[in-house]
């Protein structure tokens, strides 16, 4: 069966990726910072399905700590197929003028440098093997930019940026790359941008019905089950409720 890493896996989407995936009978290699949460998944998804699981618990930002965990891989587990870059946050939702740097600087070595340490590790199995597939979790903050979004805004369209130059680059290998751009989802994305604060991060989804982390888990289960020709080059998948970055409904 296929093997599939899924980065921030302690969480969110990373973890409905996780659940997904293991229903229907992939092998996960889960990486996220807190060791204890993917231990605990570890159990539940090998005692519900009959796979395994292995866990990497480092920090994306950590160029050292990627290629350590990926050199001290057991043999049996060194074949990826599909990675799922999922790790990032925004931290902080200020203006440009009122920004922290190194809220800014947090971003940018998550979001964008981790995706590439991991991707930069992996890519090179895959190209050994002329298969593969690397799903980029994007946002709509990829695509357009929102007032006090400056810089995960910035994070985000680079990852989209980054998911087309290493789909054209990739493409001799067979290598698909998806970029998937969420709106509005409801995890512990906004509790942990304001830093803590859960009666902030619950205001963001009152009024209207966020995506749940499932609704995300399905169409990126959906991309990567698709026949060898097809790749999902972007999908963009948002709550009824919200029509582009800046736009919410709220009855
Ligand atoms: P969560 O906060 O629920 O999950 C984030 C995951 O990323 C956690 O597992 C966290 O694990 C992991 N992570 C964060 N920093 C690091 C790091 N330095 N090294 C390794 N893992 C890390 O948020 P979501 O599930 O919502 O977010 C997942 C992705 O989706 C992010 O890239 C986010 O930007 C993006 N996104 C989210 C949207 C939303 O509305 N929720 C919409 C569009 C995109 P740990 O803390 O244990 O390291
Ligand atoms: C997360 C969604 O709109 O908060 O990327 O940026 S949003």
């Known amino acids: 069966m296929s093997i599939v890493l899924i980065t921030g896996a302690s969480s969110g989407f990373g973890k409905a990726c996780a659940k997904q995936f293991a229903a229907a009978g992939y092998d996960l290699l889960l990486n996220a910072r807190r060791a204890d949460r993917l231990e605990a998944l570890k159990t539940e998804l090998e005692s519900a399905y009959p796979i395994k699981v292995y866990t990497m618990p480092f920090d994306v930002r950590d160029n050292s700590a990627v290629e350590a965990a990926f050199n001290a891989l057991p043999e049996a587990w060194t074949q990826i197929d599909i990675l799922i870059n999922n790790a990032g946050l925004a931290v902080g939702r200020d203006a440009f003028q009122d920004g922290d740097l190194a809220d800014w600087e947090t971003m940018i070595d998550t979001n964008l440098k981790g995706l590439m340490y991991v991707s930069k590790v992996v890519v090179k199995g895959m190209i050994t093997r002329k298969a593969g597939h690397i799903?980029?979790?994007?946002?709509?903050?990829?695509?357009?930019?929102?007032?006090?979004?400056?810089?995960?805004?910035?994070?985000?369209?680079?990852?989209?940026?980054?998911?087309?130059?290493?789909?054209?680059?990739?493409?001799?290998?067979?290598?698909?790359?998806?970029?998937?751009?969420?709106?509005?989802?409801?995890?512990?994305?906004?509790?942990?941008?304001?830093?803590?604060d859960t009666e902030k991060a619950a205001k963001v989804y009152e009024g209207f019905e966020a995506l749940k982390p499932e609704d995300i888990a399905d169409v990126i289960f959906f991309a990567a089950t698709r026949p060898a020709h097809v790749n999902l080059e972007e999908i963009t998948i948002l709550p009824t409720a919200q029509s582009d970055s800046r736009t919410v409904f709220k009855g």
């Open 135 to 196: 799903i980029n979790v994007s946002s709509v903050a990829g695509q357009e930019v929102y007032p006090q979004g400056n810089l995960y805004c910035a994070s985000k369209h680079a990852v989209t940026a980054l998911s087309k130059g290493m789909r054209m680059d990739l493409l001799p290998y067979g290598i698909k790359v998806t970029n998937v751009s969420p709106g509005l989802a409801e995890t512990e994305f906004s509790i942990v941008r304001f830093k803590g």
